[in-house]
């Protein structure tokens, strides 16, 4: 399925990766060491090297397994511990990563990745095509999997050695770009026998090697020397932290107990004033309402386009981003290759013609009562609350902790989500509009054309100079679905030490690669 994404101020993400508080400092608490490292030492900031990395992470990792925790916004952290096949340049681009080339069959329906020789995870296990035959089974098979929905075009794999045979179940050229970070952070075959002992003692092919977890609080990990870019990794240690109350991380920030934080805009300025160095990192982050089509009062499409003019989505940015976001009415940010131009502003904010088209669907204001369902506070249901006030319609939020279960059983009518995307495009589309989208809350629902628009952008190879106008094309069938309505977008913001080298600008992807602490 769709990744579901950690809840983060002020942005609503599902609850399934429920961001941990870090513990009082007089708690007691008890270190999960990896047993292959338990003779090493434990706290890797002993050895080695001393450019320490100390990350306070509101995404700090519930799951350490990729096939449970690596599909929302975790992966920036479980990509510490994980490689993939391959990974995006600043472009967006599928680029090599443990797969040093790929190539496609002719007909498109059969992709071959060309593995880099003399690879080895850290628990000495070798990096081949079965290891990944394994990680893409278990991806696929696992019952607690969050990566199955994004493998249906792979019907089987072959292992030969260090080649990759991915066998596909339709045309799809989107397979390198879907197979990076996100989806296929590749755990040793060994380690994943016992997916409950990875989830605690994760073992990757990654930069870093988990030496010590507390779990929900504090994960010490060290440089692999057997990671095969390790010569452009500059950091020997990491200490990721998961980050206390927001108020006090750019405090922590400026005594030097972290170097390093992913942080909210309202933070943004206090971190420029501390002397802190805030780094725009580009990704796909989008917000929008969700609506049950299949449910009243959503069944009148006079009431959905209603609601669509209701929305002022500036209101968003200025009160929520702080001057970092934008207004956006679709998944994708503006210049990315999947915006549709076209489809821009097609319901701008109109209050007057949103009264009327409530008065042709036979509502009177006042009469309209919706209840909001949101898994906790959120400043975005109150603007939404306040909008629809504006046409006479009366909303009430409702909060529900075990939100998720509904939301994905496509039982709520009303409701909040936002999310980080997908390297591919395609996979961000089909969540949003296809008809198993686990973000289209209108099941099966999908709207006409989409289908075969997305199949058609599958068929089409990504040099093609045809993609970006097939592809966009497909956004345009998307978005006349009756089911969402975005509202806003922003970047991801971090502030670091300026001892902290500047980081390579990967949509979404947080890179270590060339960074370097302290002048190391």
């Known amino acids: 399925m769709f990744g579901p994404l950690t809840p983060r101020r002020p942005r609503l993400r599902p609850v399934r990766h429920v961001r941990l508080r870090a513990a009082a400092l007089g708690t ?103 290891a990944v035959k394994a990680a893409v089974e278990r991806a696929k098979k696992q019952r607690n999997s969050a990566l199955f929905g994004d493998l249906t075009s792979i019907k089987s794999v072959d292992a030969n050695g260090l080649d990759a045979v991915v066998h596909l179940n339709q045309v799809d050229y989107q397979i390198p770009q879907l197979l990076g970070e996100r989806v296929l952070q590749i755990a040793s075959p060994k380690a994943a026998q016992s997916p409950a002992k990875l989830d605690q003692n994760p073992v990757g092919a990654g930069p870093f090697i988990v030496t010590q977890i507390v779990p929900g609080t504090k994960a010490v990990l060290k440089k692999n020397p057997d990671y095969w870019d390790a010569k452009n990794i500059h950091i020997d240690n990491v200490e990721l932290t998961s980050a206390p109350d927001a108020s006090t991380v750019v405090s922590g920030l400026q005594t030097g107990v972290y170097n390093f934080a992913d942080i909210d805009p309202s933070q943004a300025e206090a971190a420029k004033k501390a002397g802190l160095d805030v780094f725009v990192q580009p990704g796909f982050n989008a917000s929008n309402i969700s609506l049950n089509i299949n449910k009243a009062p959503f069944d009148n499409d006079k009431v959905v386009d209603a609601l669509r003019y209701a929305i002022n989505r500036q209101e968003f940015v200025d009160k929520l981003t702080f001057g970092y976001g934008e207004a956006t009415d679709q998944p994708f940010p503006k210049g ?9 502003n097609a319901y701008p904010y109109d209050p007057a013609k949103s009264k009327e088209l409530l008065a042709e669907a036979g ?42 279960t509904p939301f994905f059983a496509k039982d709520l009518a009303f409701s909040l989500y936002s999310t980080t995307g997908r390297d591919s495009a395609v996979q961000t589309l089909t969540a949003h509009f296809g008809p198993n989208g686990p973000l289209n809350l209108s099941s099966p629902y999908e709207p006409a054309g989409f289908e075969a628009a997305v199949a058609k952008v599958r068929e089409t190879p990504l040099n093609s100079p045809h993609y970006a106008k097939i592809l966009q094309a497909a956004t345009r069938a998307g978005l006349r679905s009756k089911a969402l309505i975005f509202t806003y977008s922003q970047p991801n913001l971090i502030a670091k030490s300026k001892s902290v080298s500047t980081l390579p600008k990967n949509p979404a992807h947080i890179d270590w690669t060339g960074v370097t602490i302290g002048g190391n």
């Open 28 to 130: 007691v608490l008890v270190t999960v060491l990896t047993p292959a490292l338990s003779a090493c030492g434990g706290n890797s900031a002993a050895a080695g090297g001393n450019a320490t990395l100390k990350w306070a992470s509101s995404y700090f990792p519930t799951h350490w397994d990729p096939v449970v925790g690596g599909s929302g916004a975790q992966f920036r952290e479980l990509a510490l511990v994980y490689a993939s096949l391959t990974r995006t340049d600043e472009k967006g681009d599928a680029v090599p990563d443990l797969a040093k080339s790929w190539e496609y069959n002719a007909k498109g329906d059969e992709i071959t990745f060309h593995l880099r020789p003399g690879l080895k995870f850290s628990d000495g296990e070798p990096v081949d095509a079965t």
């Open 336 to 344: 990315y290759v999947a915006y549709d131009p076209a489809s821009a």
């Open 363 to 404: 509502y009177k204001s006042g009469d309209l009562k919706l209840n909001l369902v949101i898994p906790s506070e959120d400043p975005q249901a109150e603007i939404v609350q306040s909008q629809l006030a504006k046409v006479g319609i009366k909303v009430t939020i409702k909060i529900d902790k075990n939100w998720a």
